[in-house]
DNA sequence: CTTTTCTTATGACTAGCTGCTAATCGTAGT
DNA sequence: ACTACGATTAGCAGCTAGTCATAAGAAAAG
């Protein structure tokens, strides 16, 4: 069936978007013209050729690059002290599990706690110079992290902060914190 | 290098497992031999075609909704030795710098380290245990950060891996990570 | 009836292969 | 020394699913 051009593309877009798998020569075939009009829809439409489309799901899933969330503070601070004491919540969701174990990947807890522990220090280019951390038990997807932070050497030029984490009542995380000031 | 046929196989399998989006052209000159001689231990082997492999990936987490060979790993992984040695690279991005500062936060290379930890051991639920970090130097926006890890100490229980991360020939980053088995 | 837009066709080129045949290299056995 | 053998390399036709550029024909709009 013919359709206009318009409504073409339309179309051409969703059946695309869900079966990127599709061909030129099928699409053609579908929409009752020929592949070279559908090469000109994709080109217009900014719509990649096939092996690129595959490449793109293919690359998605399987990418290594998988970034960190990019907030400055990994978690949430409900409470907060200068120099003295934070805490921060962070709930562990489905993408920061090991898929097979379903346990939460280590760095989560870790950049909460590092987070919490450049946020304590009073100043603008605190940075972490050491740390000792310990996973005490497994986290899992759906737990919400507790994490508490405290100064327990105050320094101007290194810091000491401990932070121990909790899911409930139960230890999680402990970790201590040697800052320094950029 | 050149290596016998049998090592070259078993290579090439591990090659194409951990990127599947390499050409034979790519394999050839890693291994040091024609593209013709891929191509025929790749027909001995069973292995597919570039694009057939990428297809197989995109549909295998196109529908599939517990992906089981989902590695989740920060950095991208260009050399492993199961339970001996590995190296992965990891390039600073913008937005893992402090705004302020322009340095990177220490998280990520945690998790740059931590992955690496992980991924070098030869376990479905490995997981950290301990880990003792040190920040040598700050990192910058833009660079590029190799971090290069061994296994120190071989043990089923608490196999201990040694983390040391480079920009150039710097030492940015020393990590010791004591895993154990989920 | 023109003009513009849309559609289709054509030819030349590409990557990354397959499948086949043929030649060469190095090593080992007799 | 000769030969046999496995491993390697080379070369070529053909394939898919495209690319780009150009041109010509059809349909719609002015």
């Known amino acids: ?54 490449k793109q799901v293919a690359e998605t899933n399987h990418d290594d690059v998988k970034a ?40 989560h807890l870790f950049a909460q706690a590092n987070s919490l522990a450049v946020a304590i220090i009073n100043d603008e280019f605190a940075v972490t110079g050491r740390a000792n951390v310990r996973f005490m038990r497994q986290v899992q997807a759906g737990e919400r992290v507790v994490a508490k932070a405290s100064v327990t050497k105050k320094s101007d030029d290194w810091p000491v902060i401990t932070v121990n984490s909790y899911v409930d009542q139960a230890l999680v995380f402990k970790g201590e914190f040697v800052m320094s000031r950029g």
């Open 1 to 54: 069936m013919k359709q206009s051009k318009q409504k073409r593309k339309q179309d051409l877009v969703e059946t695309i978007e869900n079966n990127p798998f599709i061909t030129d020569e099928a699409l053609a075939k579908r929409f009752s013209v020929s592949v070279q009009t559908i090469r000109l829809d994709r080109s217009e439409l900014g719509i990649p050729e096939l092996r690129t489309r595959i």
């Open 68 to 107: 960190l969330t990019n907030e400055e503070i990994i978690g949430e601070i409900i409470d907060l002290q200068l120099d003295e004491t934070a805490i921060s919540i962070l709930d562990i969701h489905e993408d920061q599990v090991f898929t097979r174990s379903g346990i939460a990947r280590g760095h």
